[in-house]
C-alpha cells in the first residue's frame, strides 16, 4: 500500500496569508498641486534558500532590499492538544453531482453519480507566522501599519479551499503582538533598515487524504446473521436463522415485471394476474411508473453499462444478470441484454413446442412426424388400457407435464412429470425461446415473471 500523499496544505494557507497582505500601498510626493503616488508595496515569502537569496542579491553580500517591502515566515507549528478530539472519528457525507453531458459539455438537470466521502479527523496544529515590514522612514511605517491593524481586531477570517467537503478549510488570523522597531538606542556607526514585526498565530488542521466510494443500490439486508451455531458465514446464506430470518427490501417496495426482452417497473400494490406460475406469460398491467424518476434517485444511468440483477426465483443462489437500456418508445420499460453465461444451464433437450395433445397433432395443427421431435404437453393422452387412443399420436400414454419424443416409428415419453418429482429440471421451447423449470410439480418459466421487492437490483 503506497503510504506517501501530499496536498499541499499548509502551503494553501501560506496563499491567504499573502492574500490579505498583498494589496496595501503607501503615498509618495504629497504636494499642494499634484496628487500623490501610490505604491504598492510587494510581500515575500522570507524563507528563502542560500541558493534563490544569492541569486536574489545578485551574487553579492553587499545587496539590501528595496523597501518599502514586507516579508513573512513560519516561526512555529505547536501541536494544539487543547482542540484535539477523537482521533479515530470518520465522518461521511453523501454527495450526488448532476449528470454532466460530455457531448454538449454542460451539466444536465438529471442526476449523476454519487458517491459517499469518508474523512477521517483531522489533526490540530498552531501555526505561528511573523510578518516583517521593511520600512525606509517612519512615515512609510505609519502609512502600512494603519491599513493593517484596523483588519484585526482581533482576528481576520480565511478560507484555505472552496471545496465544501473540506471540513478543515475555515481558519482565523490572530495578531498576537506587534514589535514596533528592530533598532536599539544608541544605534552605533551603522544605519540598519528599520523593520517592524507583526507576530500572527493560524490555528489549522493537517487532514488524511479522504475515501471515496461510489454509492450503488442496498441489494439485500439481513437482519439476523448468526444461527445457532454462531456460524455467520453459513448463517448469511441460510433462509431459515435460529433468531429470525432474512428481510429483503427494495427502495419503495417496487417490484419489477420481466417479459421478453422488456422490464416494467411497478409498484407494490400493482396487480399482475398471472406472475411465475405457469408456462404462460403474465400481461404488461397499466402503470404510470418511469424508470427514469425510478433510476435518477440513485446515480447516473448509462446505457449498456446499468446493471439489472434479478435474484433466482426458485431457491439457487445464482444470479440473472444483464445490461439495461431506456426503451425508445415507452420509458416505462428498460431493454435487458441478459448475460447467457448467467441463465439457468438446461438439463433437458429443448421441446419444439408446448401443446395441447387433444387439439393438435402431427400432420393436424402440427409438421409431419419426424425423427427427434419433441413436445411438452398440457393434457393426459390415452391410457394404459388405451381403449381411446388418439390416432395422431398412436399407441402413446402420456400424462399432463410429460415430454414426449418421436423416435421415428413412434411417440415416447422422454420425461415422465409424475416420475421426477424431486429434481428440478430445466428446458427450452425453440419455438418461443423461453425456459422452463420443473419445480416437481409443475412447469413454470425459469426466470421471466415478476420480481417482487428485494429480489432484484440495479447496479449503476
Known sequence: ???????????????????IF????????????????LVRVPIRYGDASRQVQNILQDNSANSLPSTPLMTFYITDMMYARERLQDPYFVSKAQVRQRFYDTDTNSYETTQGNAFTIERLMPVPYKMSINLDIWTSNTQQKFQIFEQISTLFNPSLEIQSTDNYLDWTSLSVVDLDNVTWTSRTIPQGTENPIDIMTMKFSIPIWISSPAKVKKLGVIEKIIASVFDANGDAVNAI?????????????????????????????????????????????????????FWPAVIGMYGGFRPGITQIRLDNMWGSDDQIIGTVSYDPIDERFLLIDIDPDTLPQNTLLPVDAVIDPLLSGPGSGLPAAVAGQRYLILEDIGSVINSHPASAWGQLVAKANDVIEYDGTMWVVTFGSTTNTQNIQYVTNITTGLQYLWTGSQWVKSYEGLYTAGNWSIVL
Do not use: C, H
Request: hydrophobic share 30%.
Open 1 to 19: 500500500m503506497q503510504s506517501y500523499f501530499y496536498d499541499e496544505q499548509i502551503r494553501r494557507f501560506l496563499l491567504q496569508f499573502t492574500r
Open 22 to 37: 498583498s494589496n496595501f500601498q503607501i503615498e509618495y510626493g504629497r504636494t499642494n498641486s499634484q496628487d500623490a503616488t
Open 237 to 289: 446464506t441460510d433462509s431459515d436463522l435460529l433468531l429470525g430470518t432474512r428481510q429483503k427490501f427494495t427502495p419503495y417496495m417496487y417490484s419489477t415485471l420481466l417479459i421478453g426482452n422488456k422490464l416494467q417497473v411497478l409498484k407494490q400494490s400493482a396487480v399482475v394476474d398471472q406472475p411465475n406460475t405457469s408456462v404462460i406469460l403474465p400481461d404488461n398491467p397499466p402503470s404510470n411508473e
